[in-house]
């Protein structure tokens, strides 16, 4: 009986991680002194994104990023346009058969550069 109990609940939690979504969650900060506009964030299969009409200076702006039509390999990308009309497009990361090897991942606009960092969350 105690056999049936753990075998049950054992089943229970890896049926948890059966319906978990694929994808990974994001944050964009805007630091720079302008906004940035036409934001769309997606994956290098561009099969889902999620974009921003614009996100103000000291603004943020995060989410969840769906991967679940993804099945190859292939990174991140972010793009915007800055005030002076110039396209901004940034790849980083990596993700494998359409699984993110990050939990999450940001993107902080500055001035002159775009900061990219991922992570795991902590157990």
């Known amino acids: 009986m ?3 109990l753990l075998l049950c609940i054992l089943l229970f939690l890896s049926s948890c991680f059966l319906f978990q979504e694929k994808g990974i969650d994001y ?3 805007n630091n720079s002194s302008y906004t940035i ?3 769309k964030i997606s994956t290098s299969e561009h099969l889902d994104s999620v974009t ?15 991967m679940k039509n993804n099945k190859s390999d292939g990174s991140y990308m972010l793009s915007y346009t800055k005030a002076d009309g110039n396209i901004v497009a940034e790849e980083a990361g990596y993700y494998t058969n359409g699984s993110a090897l990050d939990d999450w991942i940001r993107f902080e606009v500055t ?3 775009t900061r990219i960092t991922f992570g795991k969350f902590p157990n």
């Open 37 to 39: 506009t036409n934001v």
């Open 111 to 113: 001035n002159d550069t």
């Open 2 to 4: 105690k056999k049936l």
């Open 52 to 66: 921003y009409d614009s996100i103000a200076p000291n603004e943020s702006r995060e989410g969840f990023l769906s």
């Open 27 to 29: 944050k964009v900060i």
